[in-house]
């Protein structure tokens, strides 16, 4: 078993920045990309950011040049640093990881950008 624990949300007003955190833990032997997604009210979840167990990353159009990924493989650790938030980055953030073929999620943590 895999589990994977977010933390890092909150309440941040626009142009603010919140740095978000997920935490492997289980059998991770094989463990590949990591990523985080995230889920509006009323739609679909969506791709955020992702990055391989090599370092590549991908990012959703709408965050390119104000989120990062990163990832600390030694403590199978993912991060995602939001700047210049904007009201519509409001949603719930799910970290995901592929280990061995599965695809395996976190709870969620909610992030709301707001005046």
């Known amino acids: 078993q895999v589990q994977l624990v977010e933390s890092g949300g909150g309440l941040v007003q626009p142009a603010g920045s919140l740095r978000l955190s997920c935490a492997a833990s289980?059998?991770?032997?094989?463990?590949?990309?990591m990523g985080w997604h995230r889920q509006a009210p009323g739609q679909s979840r969506e791709l955020v950011a992702h990055?391989?167990?090599?370092?590549?990353?991908n990012y959703a159009d709408s965050v390119k040049g104000r989120f990062t990924i990163s990832r600390d493989g030694p403590k199978n650790t993912v991060y995602l640093q939001m700047n210049s938030l904007k009201p519509e980055d409001t949603a719930v953030y799910y970290c995901?990881?592929?280990?061995?073929?599965?695809?395996?999620w976190g709870q969620g943590t909610q992030v709301t950008v707001s005046s």
């Open positions: 995901n990881a592929n280990v061995r073929g599965w695809a395996y």
């Open positions: 289980g059998s991770l032997t094989g463990i590949n990309a």
């Open positions: 990055i391989t167990s090599g370092g590549s990353t």
